[in-house]
């Protein structure tokens, strides 16, 4: 069966770097784009950006352009998700979601990961 | 970026009613559109995608309506595990969006 599992809560200071993983399993890897979308606590869905795992090719939410990098290893089908120069607002849970081809919907998502960033 | 607006943002109800979440889009979306379930401390689950397609293992009081702008969600006999927030998005076209959500309480 499909299964997405994330990595564990962070807490990080401002300024600083986080990266979250989002190990797949249950499906062929390469045949799926893979999404990041976070929520920030009492607040809705945001779409992060997508990438490629067969290229590695990404695109990105534009309000986040230059901040955030998502890439893919193949050997052990992971994603990963880093997110850097960290603000109080970056404080989200963060999801991976797998696209299906179908409608591009997100069919799958892993269970969530806790950034929280406080000084 | 296409905006979806979901109304109501909540909305209370007994178990064994019949309840419609709408969602519009800011531009015509054809029927790229899904609808999520969000239970509290929990990730979404998609319940309908394509506007109208229920997701296997997804219980058949849930259904979908709509294409191009406007959308329905139908819970047709509510009940105690329903009890969540209820996420619009569209994947047409630009950045995937979703709406506010419509939180359902009984």
Request: with cysteine; aromatic share 12%.
């Amino acid at each position: 069966q499909v299964q997405l599992v994330q990595s564990g809560a962070e807490v990080k200071k401002p300024g600083a770097s986080v990266t979250v993983s989002c190990q797949a399993s249950g499906y062929r890897f390469i045949s799926y784009y893979m999404h990041w979308v976070r929520q920030a606590p009492g607040q809705g869905l945001e779409w992060l950006g997508v990438i490629n795992p067969s290229d590695g090719s990404t695109t990105y939410a534009q309000g986040l352009q230059g901040r955030v990098t998502m890439t893919t290893d193949t050997s052990t089908s992971t994603v990963y998700m880093e997110l850097s120069s960290l603000r109080s607002e970056d404080t989200a849970v963060y999801y991976c979601a797998r696209e299906w081809d179908l409608f591009s919907t997100n069919d799958f998502w892993g269970q969530g990961t806790l950034v929280a960033v406080s000084s | 970026d296409i905006q979806m607006t979901q109304s109501p943002s909540s909305l209370s109800a007994s178990v064994g009613d019949r309840i419609t979440i709408t969602c519009r889009a800011s531009q015509s979306i054809s029927t790229y559109f899904s609808w999520y379930q969000q239970k509290r401390g929990r990730a979404p689950k998609l319940l309908i995608y394509g506007a109208t397609r229920l997701q296997n293992g997804v219980p058949s009081r849930f259904s979908g309506s709509g294409s191009g702008t406007d959308f329905t969600l139908t819970i047709s006999g509510l009940q105690p595990e329903d009890v969540a927030t209820y996420y619009c998005q569209q994947t047409y076209t630009g950045p995937q969006t979703f709406g506010q959500g419509t939180k359902v309480e009984i």
